[in-house]
Structure formats: C-alpha cells, structure tokens
C-alpha cells in the first residue's frame, strides 16, 4: 500500500518509524511519503492560508498549494487514489471504515489546520479519485495531523503480513461487534488481587464461556450503544 501524507507538520509524522507502521515501511509492505504543503507556495513567505470570504472568525486554507500538492502526488501514482479528509465534520472513523481502506492500493490524506481547506480542493480531488472526510469522534482537534496518524496505524495494522498473529486481530475490540475480555498473566497473585479462578482451571470449555461473557457485560456497562437495541 501507498500512503501520501500532505501537512504544513510533516515533523508529526516522524513518530511512523517508531511503530508498527514503521516495520512495515522497513518490510516494504507499505510505503508512506509526506509531503509539506509549503513546498507547493510560490511566495516569499510560504503562504498557505488566508481570510474567509463572508467573514467570520480564524483562516481558511488557501486551495492553489492544495491543488499543486495534489497534481504532484497524482502525477507519479499508478492508479486514482482514495483522498481522506480528515475532518470532525466528516464521517465517523471505525473499525470498518479502516478495514475497507486497508484494501486500498493508495491513500492520500490532506491534513487541514485553521479553520479548514477552501471547498473547491475537495472537488478538485473528487475529479483524480474518491473522496472520504473522516472524523475520529465528536471533540475537536487543532488538525488532521493526529487524526490521520491515528488512521494510518489502524489501517496499516490491517494489511496482510503486518500483524504477527492474525487470530490476534479476530478477539480484539470492534471486530465483532463486543469489547475485549479483562487479560491477566503471571503472578496468580498480586497485591492482594487474584487472578479468577476459572483461568487457571485448564478447562478451555469454561475459560471461552467466561470470556464471553465478560465481553457482553463490559459492552453493557461501558458502550451499550454497540448492543443491539432490546425495544
Ligand atoms: Cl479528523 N480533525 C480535527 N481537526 N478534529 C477532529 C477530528 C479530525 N476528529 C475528531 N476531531
């Protein structure tokens, strides 16, 4: 997979290397560039926004450098990118939405700062390839920096060979719809606190029994929005 990353922070994206997206920059299953937007400015200051039409508070993203960022990244891809837009006006980010874009061949987020990226980008991007604009969740951000690093581990987790065990992605969280089991491992006994008695019984007929449900209970008490509703 291709990752395109175009921000005025390309220092945010240093931390990739640390981490499972790192390994498999180094495996060569993905290959992630990011690119500053001030880079594609004309101008002696490197200007990438300026006042909103309209009025109204804060700065908009000026869409020339947008535009040339785009062209650039375009210009030496194999085939039409999916653009993501990360946005708190966007879609909400889930464990779906990251599996559908991990079977992406490219990837092009664009990270907005100010108050957003003047609309016509979006067009733009529209007319070279498909466009998401992404939320992580209803709080907001100063840009799409930290969002779109967020996205970018959860996809990249995704892509076939990068998770060591794949049975371990199948028990996790929001893959199927109930949060994780509580996990223990040695000492039996600490501080007071011991381990419950079913898992160290070897019995794996009650372990998986008790594991289930743990994982209902804990989805009632702490998202019961995930449960189907019971009226
Ligand atoms: Cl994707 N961007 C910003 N700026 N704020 C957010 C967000 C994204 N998701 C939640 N808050």
């Avoid at 908009?60 to 039409?80: F, H, N, R």
């Avoid at 003047?118 to 709080?139: K, N, P, W």
């Amino acid at each position: 997979m291709r990752v395109d990353v175009v921000t005025i922070f390309p220092a945010f994206f240093d931390v990739l290397e640390v981490s499972l997206v790192g390994k498999a920059r180094g495996s060569g299953l993905l290959d992630v560039r990011v690119h500053d937007l001030r880079d594609h400015t004309r101008d002696r200051h490197r200007t990438v926004d300026d006042t909103p039409y309209g009025g109204g508070a804060g700065m908009v993203m000026k869409p020339e450098p947008w535009g040339e960022a785009i062209d650039a990244i375009v210009a030496d891809a194999s085939a039409a990118p999916i653009f993501v837009f990360p946005s708190p006006a966007g879609e909400v980010f889930t464990q779906a939405t990251a599996r559908e874009l991990a079977t992406a061949e490219h990837l092009v987020f664009g990270c907005g700062r100010y108050e957003g990226i003047d609309e016509r980008v979006f067009t733009y991007a529209a007319s070279l390839g498909r466009v998401r604009m992404i939320s992580l969740g209803d709080y907001v951000l100063n840009g799409g920096e930290v969002a779109s690093m967020a996205m970018i581990e959860a996809i990249a987790r995704l892509i076939p060979g990068m998770v060591g065990n794949p049975a371990s992605l199948v028990e996790e969280s929001h893959e199927d719809g109930l949060l994780e089991y509580p996990s223990f491992t040695k000492p039996a006994s600490w501080r007071g606190m011991d381990v419950p008695d079913v898992l160290l019984s070897g019995h794996h007929g009650r372990v998986a029994q008790w594991r289930h449900a743990q994982r209902v209970e804990r989805t009632r008490e702490r998202r019961p929005d995930l449960l189907p509703s019971t009226d």
